[in-house]
């Protein structure tokens, strides 16, 4: 007779599931910490947005842990705590990642130098998307420099960002290997 | 490719085609002013408030650390300055209460427009802006201590802004460097009516001046109280920048530093809140047979 445990250990360990919880959660926190750093005088309108920054690498590197409903849930949260527009920064999460689905393959394979300069394009490609939709539903056009700035703060952050995710993925390997 | 694969794929794409739906159709809901999406919205605000005021914590723990260790290191120098201000704030409180008691006389022989009667409640900013397209706060105190939208919102420097959605502990004010806010002004020193409108930036704009009014460079702008939604003479601004139709103003308080703010509370007695209800910020004029808009006022604005 087969031994049952090896079934029950198989539904428990190799379902995605948990993880994607875990990330889609790590996203909202994100959001966040991005809503408290607003209170800080210099980031006062434009937080730097680092839930983009996570979505960005999580993509690249571990896409099946981010499932396009998790990438909605953090664009929505966002949405919703900023008091933007609803459904603006999801949408424009979700073409992003259906984006870097179509070219995954050539990103896992670029070094950083490349990899920062396609971050760059994307965020700000989905800025000005945010801001056309902004534009045709408010008909006004807002203040460009904090859109800038929040796009510099965010790119210069971006190698820390990366650095932290790197460091807590080899950090969870050798938790594994042990 | 297997069938189930292909089956599967199918299913991801019609679920992912119906998020972009959602998030589009979201969006011209959002714009709609749907009475329960705002409720909904606050509703949420209202549960998230404590989690994102935890979350917060140990973030402004940093900000204020480090704005501690500035302002060690700045002491003496700051105690200097103060000195000196304070005597200068001797003299102009000096002459602020000859000025007061000459107000005082002046007033009693033409019936200047007074401020109305509003009761101050001080709040916490929960929330500051992080987003480039929307400017608002998310402030401690909500209908249970009779906050209605329409409120103003002022700290001791000026208005901040008004009361847009109201939940039981909370409430989220419209800032006036919100693109969507327009306040209703007049330069103090010329009189000249005007309206100042947000960019989603640090700056306002002085839109719809008379094109006889020579604003100056430095000049006071203050609420005028036509509306009736907000009081007149609270500061907004001072004239920052002219650069020929364009007017820049920059706002009497400074949002970055924004901690505590007052809810100054009734005073909407008259107006038309059904208006407000539905997000629109138009006030008809009473109609009351009478052309006095405000105490001392009449309908272009002259004194009586």
Redesign the interface.
């Known amino acids: 007779m087969k031994d049952q445990r090896s079934y029950f250990e198989k539904a428990d360990f190799h379902s995605d599931f948990p993880l994607q919880f875990l990330a889609a959660a790590f996203g909202l926190m994100l959001v966040l910490i991005e809503l408290g750093l607003a209170h800080w005088p210099i980031f006062h309108g434009a937080a730097p947005n680092l839930s983009l920054v996570f979505i960005y690498y999580v993509m690249i590197y571990h896409s099946k842990l981010l499932p396009i409903f998790s990438i909605f849930l953090i664009g929505i949260f966002g949405d919703f705590l900023f008091s933007d527009l609803l459904g603006g920064r999801a949408s424009a999460l979700m073409l992003l990642a259906y984006v870097i689905q179509y070219r995954i393959s050539r990103l896992q394979q670029s070094d950083f130098g490349e990899l920062w300069l396609d971050f760059s394009i994307s965020f700000t490609l989905i800025s000005l998307f945010q801001l056309v939709l902004f534009m045709l539903i408010n008909m006004a056009i807002p203040s460009l420099n904090p859109i800038l700035f929040q796009i510099g703060v965010t790119l210069l952050l971006l190698p820390f960002g990366f650095l932290m995710m790197f460091a807590f993925h080899s950090l969870l390997q050798k938790m594994k290997v042990v | 490719m297997r069938l189930s694969d292909k089956a599967g794929l199918r299913q991801?794409r019609i679920?992912?085609g119906f998020?972009?739906i959602?998030?589009?159709?979201?969006?011209?809901?959002?714009?709609a002013d749907l009475t329960a999406?705002h409720n909904l919205?606050m509703a949420?605000?209202e549960f998230?408030a404590p989690?994102?005021d935890t979350?917060?914590a140990?973030?402004?723990g940093i900000?204020t650390m480090i704005e501690g260790v500035r302002t060690v290191a700045s002491l003496r120098a700051e105690n200097v300055r103060v000195q000196a201000e304070n005597d200068l704030l001797k003299r102009w409180r000096r002459r602020a209460e000859i000025l007061e008691s000459e107000n005082r006389q002046l007033r009693s022989v033409t019936g200047a427009a007074t401020v109305e009667n509003r009761i101050p409640i001080t709040a916490r900013a929960v929330?500051?802006?992080?987003?480039?397209?929307?400017?608002?706060v998310l402030i401690s105190i909500g209908a249970g201590k009779g906050v209605v939208r329409g409120n103003p919102v002022v700290t001791a420097d000026g208005l901040v802004g008004i009361v847009i959605d109201v939940g039981v502990k909370h409430a989220?004010v419209l800032m006036i460097?919100d693109?969507?806010s327009r306040i209703p002004v007049i330069l103090a020193s010329s009189s000249w009516p005007g309206l100042t409108v947000g960019?989603?930036?640090?700056?306002l704009e002085l839109q719809f001046l008379p094109g006889e009014a020579k604003p100056k460079i430095g000049e006071l702008v203050l609420t005028s109280g036509h509306g009736g939604v907000l009081p007149n003479g609270l500061p907004v601004g001072r004239v920052d920048k002219i650069e020929g139709d364009k007017i820049r103003v920059s706002p009497a308080v400074d949002?970055?530093?924004l901690s505590y703010v007052s809810v100054l509370v009734g005073g909407l007695d008259g107006i038309d809140n059904s208006d407000l209800d539905l997000g629109n910020f138009y006030t008809p004029l009473p109609v009351t047979g009478s052309t006095r808009l405000l105490k001392g006022l009449n309908s272009s604005g002259k004194r009586r």
Do not use: D, Y
Not at chain 2, 22 to 31: A, C, E, R, T
Not at chain 2, 199 to 203: E, I
């Open positions: 991801r679920v992912h998020l972009i959602l998030s589009f159709s979201l969006m011209f809901l959002g714009k999406l919205r949420g605000s998230l989690i994102v979350v917060s140990p973030i402004r900000e929330t500051a802006p992080g987003g480039s397209f929307a400017h608002t989220r460097s693109i969507n960019q989603n930036g640090p700056f949002f970055r530093q």
